[in-house]
């Protein structure tokens, strides 16, 4: 049984680029909710998706999108590239939001 | 923002030895989680107690939550090398299950 998937592993891009990390869940799973850890912090809600539709999301700028899939995968999108969004991107799945959430390896993002 | 804080930052113990890490919160929680980083990578998911719960045991891991005091405290009894790695706390309050916010952290190491 495969777990959280996320690809690619580690990124680099430059400030103004625009980045798109993907995730598919574990199986069973239909909900996905992504994360942003930097350095030496622990990780920073972004947004959840259930249904294909964007339930809640926390402080983040409208230059962080999403999309969830009719297969239960899930896109993050960031445009507009800043040095400060450097750090760990983690999906989590679950099911119909359950308390216990399953994550992923996340992708590493190095913003020069 | 950061929900809760992880108390001692850092830990250092030999193996064989007892963990005590700290989690102190802010607001009324509906359930706190613990969670294990190692290396920068994937986070692992614990053990869960819900807000009505005091204690809770899984193997070698023993929670306690005081919400009077808005805090909880994980132990790792007879610790291994393995054991080594960052330990999170996360809360999910109000009226959403889906955010958890995590506190920064303890890093654990165990010595041989």
């Known amino acids: 049984d495969a777990g959280v998937t996320q690809s690619p592993t580690h990124l680099i891009k430059t400030r103004g680029q625009q980045v798109t990390l993907r995730c598919s869940p574990k199986?069973?799973?239909?909900?996905v909710s992504w994360y942003q850890q930097a350095l030496g912090q622990g990780p920073q809600f972004i947004f959840q998706?259930?249904?294909?539709?964007?339930?809640q999301r926390g402080n983040f700028p409208d230059r962080f999108s999403g999309h969830q899939f009719p297969n239960y995968s899930s896109e993050l999108n960031v445009n507009a590239l800043l040095l400060g969004d450097s750090a760990l991107y983690l999906c989590?799945?679950?099911?119909?939001?359950?308390?216990?959430?399953?994550f992923g390896p996340g992708t590493r993002l190095t913003v020069l | 923002s950061q929900q809760g804080e992880e108390d001692p930052q850092a830990l250092s113990i030999q193996e064989g030895e007892n963990a005590t890490m700290n989690c102190s919160y802010k607001?009324?929680?509906?359930?706190l989680q613990w969670y294990r980083q190692n290396s920068g990578r994937g986070l692992v998911h614990l053990i869960l107690?819900?807000?009505?719960?005091r204690e809770k045991h899984s193997g070698r891991l023993r929670v306690t939550l005081d919400t009077s005091k808005k805090s909880s405290s994980l132990l790792i009894t007879a610790s291994r090398a393995a054991d080594t790695a960052s330990y999170f706390c996360?809360?999910?309050?109000?009226?959403?299950?889906?955010?958890?916010?995590f506190g920064k952290g303890t890093l654990l190491t165990v010595n041989p």
């Open positions: 989590a799945s679950s099911y119909l939001a359950g308390f216990e959430q399953f």
């Open positions: 199986s069973g799973h239909d909900t």
């Open positions: 998706y259930y249904e294909e539709e964007e339930r």
């Open positions: 607001t009324s929680i509906n359930n």
């Open positions: 107690i819900r807000s009505n719960e």
């Open positions: 996360a809360t999910s309050s109000g009226g959403s299950n889906y955010k958890l916010t």
